[in-house]
Nanobody, 126 residues
Framework: QVQLVESGGGLVQGGGSLRLSCAAS????????MGWFRQAPGKEREFVAA????????VYADSVKVRFTISRDNAKNTVSLQMNNLKSEDTAVYYC???????????????????WGQGTQVTVSS
């Protein structure tokens, strides 16, 4: 059974940092694109960042560029999201997702991801 489990969420003051991690079991992440999405109350789920499996290409939403960094460790079967200079608008539930595709153009669309975690809450106080 495939499972993605996020951790690292919490409450942080504006300008602070958090590091989210996603651990996979039941499948190797090495041949999956990995993405982070988020959903704020009353809003639709939106793309945050993703990393391909073949060439480790990274893609970011404009709102988090420079501040967030996605990385993967295939040996540990994990993917991480380093979030710096957090803002109140970053408050959301953050979801990790895995997809068995290689096209970089698909990284930003949730429709191509096959597996999702349960999410971890990130709250940024102003």
């Amino acid at each position: 059974q495939v499972q993605l489990v996020e951790s690292g969420g919490g409450l942080v003051q504006g300008g602070g940092s958090l590091r989210l991690s996603c651990a996979a079991s039941g499948m190797p992440l090495s041949n999956h694109a990995m993405g982070w999405f988020r959903q704020a109350p009353g809003k639709e789920r939106e793309f945050v960042a993703a990393i391909s499996w073949s060439i480790y290409r990274t893609v970011y939403a404009d709102s988090v560029k420079v501040r967030f960094t996605i990385s993967r460790d295939n040996a540990k079967n994990t993917v991480s999201l380093q979030m710096n200079n957090l803002k109140s608008e970053d408050t959301a539930v953050y979801y990790c997702a895995a997809g068995a595709f290689s096209l970089v153009a698909r990284l930003g669309s949730p429709n191509f991801y096959d597996y999702w975690g349960q999410g971890t809450q990130v709250t940024v106080s102003s």
